[in-house]
């Protein structure tokens, strides 16, 4: 064979495989990149993606064969929210346990004067005690639910926790509308006595006079603090109970991901809610002295009022017809 054969044959073979190459390449490109190995690759990549198809089941959702949401919602409540209902609370509690460490209780800096003063009606504090103790249910079969497997099943066995959390379920469920009038209530009759103003930030500042700064802030019948946790449990109770009662009654047309989205917030709205309610109980019990004693008999000593709440106590001692300074004066 002649060179000049043998470079024509060389540039034959050689413009033969381009061509294989460039029409391999095109097959490939208006076959959209499907795997020639596995013919019923598009049909899965489109069962994943969840584009609807045709069924005579009139029933939501059943037009996608799989529907990927569900597996997001539970990667995100048995990850982030199991991870993040541990860790708030915890460190909540061990900031309100330094609190007291360091500040320990506010007591009263005078002797009680034996003289009480009403604070709180019966009917105040019968609206209270019903919505706290249906608050701590919710608490308690909330986090249950949410927990119960890695915090409870260890300790008691699948048999004891299964009964249990089905208790917790149905106890949750009935309660949830119940607690959602108590604070509807509770909001109303309290909300002429929670209007901010100027001076609750100052009590917020220091605290209330806890920490040892004077003269103490004043005070009218509602502290700074108190509005605070008044008006979130107003923003938290209107969260927790719209996604409560959309996942209480499914009978709205709810679609799946209104489902899922409405329990990882209230997940975790309620997670919130609980770890403030802790600096609320301490507020009410070790925190001052006095505040629990209000709440339980509905009465408090005037040196505690005039301590606390200042204004307040002057509001009172008009009212009765008296001068505040007098007053003070006799239990000196």
Same mark, same amino acid.
């Given at each position: 064979?002649? #060179?000049?054969?043998?470079?024509? #044959?060389?540039?034959?073979?050689?413009?033969?495989?381009?061509?294989?190459?460039?029409?391999?390449?095109?097959?490939?490109?208006?076959?959209?990149?499907?795997? =020639?190995?596995?013919?019923?690759?598009?049909?899965?990549?489109?069962?994943?993606?969840?584009?609807?198809?045709? #069924?005579?089941?009139?029933?939501?959702?059943?037009?996608?064969?799989?529907?990927?949401?569900?597996?997001?919602?539970?990667?995100?409540?048995?990850?982030?929210?199991?991870?993040?209902?541990?860790?708030?609370?915890?460190?909540?509690?061990?900031?309100?346990?330094?609190?007291?460490?360091?500040?320990?209780?506010?007591?009263? !800096?005078?002797?009680?004067?034996?003289?009480?003063? /009403?604070?709180?009606?019966?009917? /105040?504090?019968?609206?209270?005690?019903?919505?706290?103790?249906?608050?701590? =249910?919710?608490?308690?079969?909330?986090?249950?639910?949410?927990?119960?497997?890695?915090?409870?099943?260890?300790?008691?066995?699948?048999?004891?926790?299964?009964?249990?959390?089905?208790?917790? %379920?149905?106890?949750?469920?009935?309660?949830?509308?119940?607690?959602?009038?108590?604070?509807?209530?509770?909001?109303?009759?309290?909300?002429?006595?929670?209007?901010?103003?100027?001076?609750?930030?100052?009590?917020?500042?220091?605290?209330?006079?806890?920490? *040892?700064?004077?003269?103490?802030?004043?005070?009218?019948?509602?502290?700074?603090?108190?509005?605070?946790?008044?008006?979130?449990?107003?923003? +938290? *109770?209107?969260?927790?109970?719209?996604? *409560?009662?959309?996942?209480?009654?499914? =009978?709205?047309?709810? #679609?799946? +991901?209104?489902?899922?989205?409405?329990?990882?917030?209230?997940?975790?709205?309620?997670?919130? +809610?609980?770890?403030?309610?802790?600096?609320?109980?301490?507020?009410?019990?070790?925190?001052?002295?006095?505040?629990?004693?209000?709440?339980?008999?509905?009465?408090?000593?005037?040196?505690?009022?005039?301590?606390?709440?200042?204004?307040?106590?002057? /509001?009172?001692?008009? !009212?009765? *017809?008296? %001068?505040?300074?007098?007053?003070?004066?006799?239990? !000196?």
């Amino acid at each position: 064979m002649t #060179t000049h054969n043998k470079k024509r #044959t060389v540039s034959v073979l050689t413009l033969g495989m381009l061509l294989l190459f460039l029409v391999s390449w095109m097959t490939y490109w208006q076959a959209g990149g499907v795997d =020639i190995s596995n013919p019923r690759a598009n049909f899965w990549r489109v069962v994943r993606e969840g584009i609807p198809a045709y #069924t005579s089941t009139p029933a939501q959702g059943h037009t996608v064969l799989i529907i990927n949401g569900g597996e997001n919602w539970r990667e995100i409540r048995n990850g982030l929210l199991m991870r993040f209902s541990q860790w708030v609370p915890g460190l909540v509690l061990a900031a309100i346990a330094l609190l007291y460490l360091l500040v320990g209780q506010d007591k009263l !800096e005078k002797p009680r004067s034996g003289v009480t003063i /009403e604070r709180y009606t019966f009917g /105040e504090r019968f609206l209270h005690w019903y919505t706290a103790v249906l608050f701590i =249910i919710m608490a308690l079969t909330g986090l249950s639910l949410l927990l119960g497997r890695i915090a409870l099943i260890p300790i008691f066995g699948h048999p004891v926790v299964s009964g249990y959390l089905q208790a917790s %379920k149905v106890l949750h469920n009935y309660c949830g509308p119940l607690l959602l009038v108590g604070i509807f209530l509770e909001f109303v009759i309290w909300l002429r006595y929670n209007i901010p103003k100027k001076i609750d930030l100052q009590w917020i500042i220091k605290l209330g006079g806890m920490t *040892g700064s004077r003269p103490r802030p004043h005070a009218e019948k509602i502290n700074g603090g108190e509005k605070a946790w008044y008006w979130l449990v107003f923003l +938290f *109770g209107i969260a927790v109970g719209i996604t *409560g009662v959309l996942l209480d009654f499914p =009978i709205w047309g709810q #679609t799946r +991901f209104t489902m899922q989205l409405s329990h990882a917030i209230h997940a975790t709205v309620a997670i919130l +809610f609980v770890s403030v309610l802790f600096g609320h109980i301490y507020m009410g019990t070790l925190g001052i002295e006095g505040v629990f004693e209000s709440m339980w008999t509905g009465y408090v000593d005037t040196v505690w009022a005039q301590q606390n709440h200042d204004l307040w106590y002057e /509001e009172k001692m008009r !009212e009765e *017809g008296e %001068k505040p300074a007098a007053v003070a004066a006799q239990h !000196e």
